[in-house]
Structures are given as structure tokens and as C-alpha cells.
């Protein structure tokens, strides 16, 4: 089992920025690809970004690219979502996933962390 944690949601102005943090246990981090989704109210949960084991692939969902940056740092055992230029449609809860090497749906699911963009 993996454990994942998000943090670092909040209430933003549109144009502003927030890191958020997922702190994962459990097992070993380095073993796992990474990702961001989403869920806004009434729509369904969409990819954000994924970032691979080794963080030497990076993913983004066409509507945050050149806005969100992934990384991961492997020691620390957390991923991190650095989003900038946010706008009100940024407006959902975001979840923090974890998938094994290999493996092709993500398994491991966090909470979630709110993220508010006033306009």
C-alpha cells in the first residue's frame, strides 16, 4: 500500500500561483510513477500531469501546459505541482496518484486538496 498526502490548496487570485505537495509512504517512492488529476464540481475527474519514476518524463493535460511544472523529488518521497497563471477554470479539487512501474492505471489515490481561483 502507498499512502499519499496533498497539501498546499487554497484561495488564489486569478493570475496567481500555489505549489501543491503530495507526501507519499508506504512503500518504495522511487518505484512509482506520479500524477495530478482533478475534479471540479459536477465534472468528471480529468488528468492533469504525470510525472514518471525517475522524473525523466513529464505529462501535461493540453489546458495546463506552459502553466504547471511536475517534479518529484525522490529523497524527500514527495511530488510536487507548481501552477502558475491559474485562472478560476483551475477551480477543483486535486488529487495526488501513484502507479507501479508498468502498470497503466493509476492505483493509489490521495484525498485531495482544494483549489480555489477567484476572478
Known amino acids: 500500500q502507498v499512502q499519499l498526502v496533498e497539501s498546499g490548496g487554497g484561495l488564489v487570485q486569478a493570475g496567481g500561483s500555489l505549489r501543491l505537495s503530495c507526501a507519499a509512504s508506504?512503500?518504495?517512492?522511487?518505484?512509482?510513477?506520479m500524477g495530478w488529476f482533478r475534479q471540479a464540481p459536477g465534472k468528471e475527474r480529468e488528468f492533469v500531469s504525470g510525472?514518471?519514476?525517475?522524473?525523466?518524463?513529464?505529462y501535461y493535460a493540453d489546458s495546463v501546459k506552459g502553466r504547471f511544472a511536475i517534479s518529484r523529488d525522490n529523497a524527500k518521497n514527495t511530488v510536487y505541482l507548481q501552477m502558475s497563471s491559474l485562472k478560476p477554470e483551475d477551480t477543483a479539487v486535486y488529487f495526488c496518484a501513484a502507479k507501479g512501474r508498468g502498470v497503466i492505471h493509476y492505483e493509489y489515490w490521495g484525498q485531495g486538496t482544494q483549489v480555489t481561483v477567484s476572478s
Open positions: 510525472i514518471s519514476w525517475s522524473g525523466g518524463n513529464r
Open positions: 508506504g512503500r518504495t517512492f522511487s518505484n512509482y510513477d
